[in-house]
């Protein structure tokens, strides 16, 4: 079976052929470390999270690269704002980011580069666009001539006039030989950071860092490059002229993927309307899977607008998933022991039957542009429906039973971790509803989550029986230990402090 991916270049869906049969080599554009990322940046990396996690799943052996920006505009702003040198501002936010994505259960990609290790080999691509008549040099200043690259536009699909309205006003329009030529390389001003160069004390820009990285770790032509949407224009506009003038017109990318944007209750998010919301404040309130799920339930190109609102509702929606593992891993510990040449019942034979469906109907709708959405529909199908098995439990206690919770489980399990759900870290921020308890998985010890669990059960125990001093030593106690409990309407929700 294929994948199938829309394609910004060619603004349709195609086939995935990868360069090298089996294997995949994907560059995302990571974040711009002057801050903490807020809830948009952090949709665009748990999509792009959620499809190499499905290639992987799919069996493509996946090489991810995620950079860091740790040199720019905007780090350089924040120094000056803080009074602080740019290397604090750019580490401190680099090492947030990592703890946000961990926050997430997002893993680390296979190769994350930071712009300022890769300066050497940024020069060597710029000198080569220089030797090759593609850029000038101008006053320290070294700049791309759009006008010699004849595919310029081909990606955003945008005339020059409306290319010109975009740059014309940029401040140093001065130095250019055409208003739309960028900068591959900036002479430093006094206090900037700054690097040896044949043009003098300077930085990159932002467009060649991406294209120098991409190609450093993965090749020209490799398979995916990927982004949100407001990156098409310039900034991957940008990346292929360079790097196809670099590379002599070699195609740079094979499949150019962009994530759609977030916006907060239907308007941009912005600092003039002040709306922005940091991932922390939002982790803060929900637990990482409830973010993810909400993510992940609008298809990865679509617009999104993000209200506190819609979370509550996931977070209900994710509780039945929930429940609905904990209810098959109680059955499963109860069930008698596993023997062979047992028969099915009529409505085992009709489970498996429909689980085994659910998981070609579930890859086929990932396999058509990493439809995240149907494939959400697809698990809570099999929620009702191994629910309404389970409400009926007659035949469950026997040994052909517990083969069938045990292949219920591996394809509710299966696909939720298809989709990234359910992940270690992300789990360790949970709720607690009105659940059957669920044992430790037989080869292993309880996990601490479990543990927690198990003491809030206690808890709610104890409180249904009046007995509320116990309940609140066990809540003090937990407090004590990090783990902040509050009540809610259908139950508890918890977190570990960070
Ligand atoms: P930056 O650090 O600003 O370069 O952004 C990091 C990533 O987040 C880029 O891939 C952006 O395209 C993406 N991004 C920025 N704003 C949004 C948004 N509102 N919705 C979705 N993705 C966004
Ligand atoms: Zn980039």
């Not at 900034?235 to 759609?260: K, P, T």
């Not at 389970?390 to 971790?417: F, H, Y």
Request: hydrophobic letters at 40%; aromatic letters at 8%; a negative charge.
């Amino acid at each position: 079976m294929s994948i199938k991916v829309y394609n910004t270049m060619t603004r349709g869906k195609e086939e995935l052929v990868p360069r090298e049969d089996g294997k995949i080599s994907m560059y995302v554009c990571g974040p711009t470390v002057y801050n903490y990322i807020h809830i948009g940046n952090a949709r665009t990396f748990i999509n792009f999270d959620m499809i190499q996690g499905y290639l992987r799943f799919a069996g493509f052996d996946v090489t991810y690269v995620q950079n860091v920006t740790d040199v720019d505009d905007k780090i350089i702003g924040k120094a000056n704002e803080e009074g602080v040198s740019t290397d604090v501002v750019a580490e401190k936010y680099r090492v947030a980011f990592e703890e946000d994505m961990a926050a997430l259960g997002i893993e680390p990609p296979d190769i994350a580069p930071r712009a300022t290790e890769c300066i050497p080999d940024m020069l060597e691509v710029i000198e080569a666009l220089v030797e090759k008549g593609y850029a000038y040099e101008s006053d320290g200043d070294v700049y791309f001539e759009v006008k010699r690259f004849d595919d310029y536009g081909k990606l955003s699909r945008r005339n020059l006039e409306e290319q010109r309205m975009t740059v014309q006003c940029e401040v140093d329009a001065a130095r250019k030989r055409d208003p739309f030529d960028f900068a591959l390389w900036k002479a430093s001003k006094p206090g900037e950071p700054s690097w040896e160069s044949p043009w003098g004390p300077g930085r990159p820009g932002w467009h060649i860092e991406c294209s120098t990285m991409s190609i450093k770790y993965l090749g020209t032509g490799f398979d995916i490059h990927g982004g949100g949407q407001d990156l098409i224009f310039p900034h991957h506009e940008n990346e292929i002229a360079q790097s196809e003038a670099f590379a002599d017109g070699a195609r740079f990318v094979r499949y150019w993927l962009h994530s759609g944007m977030l916006n907060i209750d239907r308007e941009k998010m912005s600092k003039s309307l002040g709306n922005i919301r940091s991932l922390r404040e939002v982790l803060a309130e929900h637990d990482a899977d409830t973010v993810r799920m909400l993510m992940l339930g609008t298809h990865y190109r679509s617009p999104l607008s993000f209200g506190d609102g819609s979370l509550a509702e996931v977070h209900a929606s994710l509780a039945r998933i929930r429940n609905c593992r904990f209810n098959l891993e109680d059955h499963i510990r109860k069930a008698a022991g596993e023997k062979a040449g047992l028969h099915h019942s009529d409505r085992q034979t009709v489970l498996v039957h429909f689980l085994n469906e659910a998981e070609v109907e579930f890859r086929g709708h990932m396999d058509d542009d990493f439809n995240s959405a149907a494939a959400l529909g697809v698990i809570f199908g099999v929620v009702r429906e191994v629910n309404s098995y389970l409400d009926e439990a007659g035949d469950i206690k026997t040994p052909a039973g517990k083969l069938v919770l045990l292949e219920a489980q591996r394809v509710l399990d299966g696909l939720c971790g298809a989709l990234g759900l359910f992940r270690g870290a992300a789990e360790s921020a949970g709720s607690v509803e009105r659940v059957p308890m669920g044992g430790p998985a037989a080869t292993e010890g309880p996990s601490r989550e479990q543990l927690i669990e198990l003491l809030l059960r206690v808890r709610e125990t104890a409180r249904e029986g009046g007995n509320f001093e116990f309940a609140d030593r066990i809540r003090d106690g937990l407090a004590e230990l990090g783990v902040r409990v509050e009540d809610v309407q259908d139950g508890f929700r918890w977190r570990l402090e960070r």
